[in-house]
């Protein structure tokens, strides 16, 4: 007798009739009780003489029974008012293990009710703590930092003032149809970092994509 797959509710599935081949379609990651989100920020008016991988950006995982799956994290930057030495400008993304206490500085981004998510019917997102700098590098918390970046980011940096010296470029973004996301357990979190030349001031964009799970049971 001919092999059924069975689905919920009876269905069964099928063949295409020429190639034989099983008719599968791709969905979302399920999200159970929680959620898939997206949140998009900019920095201040960064001060120009930042030093080398200046934390701009701190994302803090603290649930003990759910991950976050880091799907995307996208950066742009832009001069501003005073321009830059000519020279070289790199973001980083880096792990943050043993991360028992949150970043300071900057501007927290707000997390509460129905924000960032990308449907209402999700639950509200259990991020401990997400924040962007606002006119300086964020103060770290208790953390520990990889001793290597995750991915990197390198771009030219002109003398020209109020001009965009990175567009809009993907820092993290695997293919989720074979590869692993940036998977968070509680205390775990990433931070992007900056270096830039000398003399400017400057603005980022940090945009980030993320689903929350159930940790028991999920495959991660």
């Known amino acids: 007798m001919p092999l059924q797959i069975q689905g919920s509710g009876g269905a069964v599935g ?44 701190s994302f803090r995982w603290t649930d003990s029974t759910r ?79 990889d001793a290597q970046d995750l991915a990197l980011l390198m771009y030219a940096v002109s003398t020209s003032t109020n001009t965009v010296m990175l567009p809009t470029a993907t820092i993290w973004g695997p293919d989720f149809a074979g590869e692993w996301p940036l998977v968070l357990a509680q205390n775990e979190g990433f931070i992007v970092r900056a270096t830039v030349p000398a003399t400017g001031t400057w603005q980022a964009q940090v945009c980030i994509e993320w689903t929350e799970i159930t940790a028991s049971g999920s495959g991660f």
């Open 67 to 145: 991950y976050a799956l880091i799907r995307r994290c996208t950066l742009s930057m832009a001069s501003l008012g005073t321009g830059f030495t000519a020279g070289v400008g790199s973001f980083g993304i880096i792990f943050a293990r043993s991360f028992t206490a949150s970043d300071t500085g900057g501007t927290a981004l707000t997390m509460t009710t129905n924000n960032a998510k990308r449907k209402t019917a999700f639950a509200t997102s259990l991020v401990g703590d997400l924040r962007i700098s606002s006119t300086a590098a964020l103060s770290a918390g208790t953390r520990t930092l």
């Open 14 to 57: 099928q063949v295409d009739t020429n190639t034989n081949a099983l008719r599968t379609g791709l969905r979302p990651t399920d999200v159970g009780s929680q959620g898939s989100y997206a949140v998009a920020s900019t920095t201040g008016t960064v001060a120009a003489g930042q030093g080398a991988n200046s934390a701009i950006y």
